[in-house]
């Protein structure tokens, strides 16, 4: 994923985690960053969420459909 906030004082991983927030429909804090705070390679945590849901509100988000 990519955004626009510059990649200084954190505000790139405070936008890229908003982001993810908002696309899998959980509260702000429910997401955060584990690892790879000045890299493009990131490791986030989500929280109140199980696997499988994750994938499914990712399909969806990018247009693919999941079927159960």
Do not use: W
């Amino acid at each position: 994923m990519r955004v626009a906030a510059a990649p200084e004082r954190g505000k790139a991983n405070d936008a890229v985690l908003t982001l993810l927030a908002e696309t899998l429909e959980l509260p702000r804090n429910a997401v955060s960053l584990v690892s790879g705070a000045a890299s493009r390679d990131k490791i986030v945590e989500l929280t109140g969420l199980e696997p499988a849901e994750t994938d499914r509100r990712l399909a969806r988000a990018g247009g693919e459909e999941t079927r159960a």
